[in-house]
């Protein structure tokens, strides 16, 4: 176990909703990066969170977005949820942007 | 878009078998690690290897790293039934993010 711990562990939403996940971090890791991973494939980044600002995003619309708190626990927010949104999300923590990510459980998003 | 492409996309063997799985990427990297997913959960980290690095030991694992091919390779030597689980290639280029493949899943029959 990493020390990595997410919430909730499975959710289902419908089409149109909005979700917030909830992502707490390594003790002493400051970084906490977000991953979407479709049924079969391999995780996609979302985006970084490194000392509470954005420090990367990938290939994902406005309508995925996310804050860090200063205790470095994280939130991933999707607005406008669409049936392609259902996924594993995975978020994992580092000490600083470039080291070793600690993956967490993940939380099972279903989109109805 | 997924970096890597790993091969074989699923592989079956004997327990005590030696597993191989390939992973290729497209663009320059600073290093290439490898995870484990069991069942659809999180990933746990294997094995991290630099790209002036050519090869990584730890414990049962082996991997490689051709950077002129952009390709490397994991070895699993004398697989157990917990081997089995889906196995990852990530690369970090420049900046944070890892990019995945899309994975090689593999059964270990006892």
């Known amino acids: 176990e990493t020390g990595v711990t997410q919430s909730p562990t499975h959710l289902i939403k419908t089409r149109g909703q909005q979700v917030t996940l909830r992502c707490s971090s390594q003790?002493?890791?400051?970084?906490v990066s977000w991953y979407q991973q479709a049924l079969g494939q391999g995780p996609q980044f979302i985006f970084q969170?490194?000392?509470?600002?954005?420090?990367g995003r990938g290939n994902f619309p406005p309508r995925f977005s996310g804050l860090q708190f200063p205790n470095y626990s994280s939130e991933l927010n999707v607005n406008a949820l669409e049936l392609d949104d259902s996924a594993l999300y995975l978020c994992a923590s580092s000490q600083d942007r470039a080291n070793e990510q600690f993956f967490g459980p993940g939380t099972r998003l279903t989109v109805l | 878009s997924q970096q890597g492409e790993e091969d074989p996309q699923a592989l079956s063997i004997q327990e005590g078998e030696n597993a191989t799985m390939n992973c290729s990427y497209k663009t320059s990297i600073n290093n290439l690690q490898w995870y484990r997913q069991n069942s659809g959960r999180g990933l746990v980290h294997l094995i991290l290897?630099?790209?002036?690095?050519r090869e990584k030991h730890s414990g049962r694992l082996r991997v490689t790293l051709d950077t002129s091919k952009k390709s490397s390779s994991l070895l699993i030597t004398a697989s157990r039934a917990a081997d089995t689980a889906s196995y990852f290639c990530a690369t970090r280029a420049a900046g944070n993010k890892l990019t995945f493949g899309g994975g090689t899943r593999v059964l270990v029959k006892p």
């Open positions: 003790s002493g890791h400051n970084t």
């Open positions: 969170y490194y000392r509470e600002e954005e420090n």
């Open positions: 290897i630099r790209s002036n690095e």
